[in-house]
């Protein structure tokens, strides 16, 4: 309980100390929108790799560093295509967004393969299904059911192959909760 309490509390430690520091630069005047999402997409490569670093010797703060850096990432998206619309010198419309989320969350599921770590396979669980949440303005409801079909076949391949049957019964529930619900 120990390590692992310690090492999530620990990433929880370094995303809050980066968050402060960015926020006092971002006050100062001292990086503009586009140097925020390159840091941010930096940091979160970088945990990714400090994962994959670290993930021979020490397994469980490899899952801590790549669940800190999938957040992140998922994070520079959202700030990228909603905060700092229409700042940046790519724009991230909602279609960009929609492959970037869906490039993190293929990520998270090839890292919980390779880890065989579950925890990386709830981070994608929730992230994947955040994704419609955090774009703004998807009104094409086929798009939605396709993503979901892609997102649920794709977890539950996942859970199938890795044994992991609690991960088919969130994709089945969280499925149909879009699906019916919203």
């Not at 925020?36 to 400090?50: N, V």
């Not at 993930?55 to 959202?78: N, P």
């Not at 090839?110 to 929730?126: E, G, K, P």
């Not at 955090?134 to 794709?154: F, K, Q």
Request: hydrophobic share 55%; glycine share 10%; charged share 10%.
């Amino acid at each position: 309980i120990g390590q692992k309490l310690l090492q999530k509390l620990g990433i929880v430690i370094v995303l809050i100390g980066m968050v402060v520091f960015l926020k006092y630069s971002f006050d100062n005047g001292w990086i503009g929108p586009n140097g925020r999402i390159f840091l941010s997409a930096l940091g979160g490569i970088a945990l990714l790799s400090a994962g994959e670093w670290f993930q021979r010797k020490y397994k469980y703060w490899s899952q801590g560093f790549t669940g800190g850096g999938l957040a992140l990432l998922y994070f520079t998206v959202w700030a990228a295509h909603v905060f700092y619309k229409g700042q940046l010198h790519v724009e991230v419309n909602s279609w960009m967004a929609t492959f970037l989320y869906s490039a993190i969350t293929l990520v998270g599921a090839l890292a919980a393969i390779r880890y065989r770590a579950q925890t990386i396979a709830w981070f994608t669980v929730i992230g994947g299904y955040l994704t419609p949440l955090l774009i703004e303005g998807v009104s094409n409801p086929w798009m939605m059911v396709l993503y979901l079909a892609i997102l649920a076949a794709g977890l539950m391949t996942l859970a199938w192959n890795q044994k992991w049957k609690y991960l088919n019964i969130a994709a089945f529930f969280l499925t149909n909760f879009y699906l019916f619900l919203c």
